[in-house]
């Protein structure tokens, strides 16, 4: 877009005012395309999906039926011992037979962190939950880049027989341990599966 900048008084002030018209009318045009349109719709939508994924929380490998995840009482003990509201619980739709996966849609992003931060802590105590593991609710390409970066930190822990390398922020970072603390001891993986 061209923005004129008029220092002086024109001297024809119709001959300014209908050249800035044309400028404008050129920039509204090219908004209102449909392809312009379009993106922006799109753009808009991926902007509000990704805050509201950053609400949510999916949980693998919950050992329970459908009836249970439906009366949702493991969701309220999670809750409680996070600290956090209880969450809305969603079962998202599995390709293969195994165990389900359950999105738990939380009010704002800092209870789906808490949960996030505390899930493993806490699983034991809850039903069904022992073998079940977090991840933050990710999109298409970020979840690409999620099980990438677990395969390399399992590959190099496999390698390194501990714990030296997790997953931040979708990228492969080293632990940080204290002075003289030994690193966390690894059970020796196979490569994660498709589903996680």
Request: hydrophobic share 35%; net charge positive; with cysteine.
């Amino acid at each position: 877009m061209v923005v004129t900048i008029i220092k002086h008084k024109p001297r024809n002030k119709r001959k300014a005012l209908s050249a800035l018209k044309d400028e404008n009318g050129a920039v509204a045009s090219t908004i209102s395309a449909p392809e312009s349109q379009i993106t922006f719709m799109r753009a808009a939508s991926l902007a509000n999906s990704e805050d509201a994924r950053k609400s949510n929380v999916i949980i693998k490998n919950i050992d329970l039926s459908e009836e249970a995840i439906e009366k949702a009482e493991f969701v309220s003990k999670i809750a409680k011992d996070c600290g956090t509201s209880t969450p809305s619980v969603f079962r998202i739709p599995h390709p293969a037979k195994g165990p389900p996966i359950v999105r738990l849609a939380f009010k704002s992003k800092e209870e789906a962190r808490t949960v996030l931060t505390k899930f493993n802590s806490i699983k034991a105590s809850i039903q069904g939950c022992l073998n079940a593991s977090p991840r933050p609710d990710l999109s298409k390409p970020e979840l690409e880049k999620y099980r990438q970066s677990w395969k390399t930190v399992i590959q190099k822990n496999n390698e390194a027989g501990q714990t030296i390398y997790t997953v931040r922020n979708l990228e492969v970072v080293k632990v940080v341990y204290r002075e003289n603390q030994e690193p966390w001891p690894w059970a020796k993986k196979h490569s994660i599966p498709e589903n996680f």
